[in-house]
T-cell receptor, first 111, second 113 residues
Framework: LAKTTQPISMDSYEGQEVNITCSHN???????ITWYQQFPSQGPRFIIQ???TKVTNEVASLFIPADRKSSTLSLPRVSLSDTAVYYC????????????FGQGTTLQVKP | NAGVTQTPKFQVLKTGQSMTLQCAQD?????MYWYRQDPGMGLRLIYY???????DKGEVPNGYNVSRLNKREFSLRLESAAPSQTSVYFC????????????FGDGTRLSIL
């Protein structure tokens, strides 16, 4: 499984755009990049997934450069309710869906 | 839409007691997973079941056993609970392939005294 590196924490203010970058230098050809969000006392929640270029949904955008060695989760106009831990995951093992979570990025949105 | 349901939500045990955590999913997913999350840490995989009838160890399997009872249900058992197993336990399910996201339950908060 490709190892990922992301900042431990980030601060932002309401209304700003937040970009969280994840490094995954050893990503394999078949690996997808997936981001999850976790609020306190809840299980992680799927946000977005991509393979290359750009993916956008109603919650976020995911930017993946051509070499796929990094990815950036973009949250437009964050609000206080976006305060959470964000996890970047890459690939799985043996096509089983088995994932390894790192420590994630704790995003604190301030008023 | 129930998704992934975990029971119980909270439990307090004494050292040495046994306990089974239950998990059920209604999304017809092939794969199911058990994780633990300690304070301030990311999730660590305990066991997983890639399909009905199969189970495999994850990162931290010691002290746990699992049963994939059928396609819907995947239980986690602590045979002799230890204080080091105090944690929040999450069950998840997915279609199984790497491009299918995992869906998580709300967790079981387990304290062992």
């Amino acid at each position: 499984l490709a190892k990922t590196t992301q900042p431990i924490s980030m601060d932002s203010y309401e209304g700003q755009e937040v970009n969280i970058t994840c490094s995954h230098n050893n990503i394999a050809t078949n690996d997808y990049i997936t981001w999850y969000q976790q609020f306190p006392s809840q299980g992680p929640r799927f946000i977005i997934q991509g393979y290359k270029t750009k993916v956008t949904n109603e919650v976020a955008s995911l930017f993946i450069p051509a070499d796929r060695k990094s990815s950036t989760l973009s949250l437009p106009r964050v609000s206080l309710s976006d305060t959470a831990v964000y996890y970047c995951l890459v690939g799985d093992e043996g096509n089983t869906g088995k994932l390894i979570f790192g420590q994630g990025t704790t995003l604190q949105v301030k008023p | 839409n129930a998704g992934v349901t975990q029971t119980p939500k909270f439990q307090v045990l004494k050292t040495g007691q046994s306990m089974t955590l239950q998990c059920a999913q209604d999304m017809n997913h092939n794969s199911m997973y058990w994780y633990r999350q300690d304070p301030g840490m990311g999730l660590r995989l305990i066991y997983y079941s890639a399909s009905e009838g199969t189970t495999d160890k994850g990162e931290v399997p010691n002290g746990y056993n699992v049963s994939r009872l059928n396609k819907r249900e995947f239980s986690l058992r602590l045979e002799s609970a230890a204080p080091s197993q105090t944690s929040v336990y999450f069950c998840a399910s997915s279609g199984g392939a790497g491009n299918q996201p995992q869906h998580f339950g709300d967790g079981t908060r387990l304290s062992i005294l």
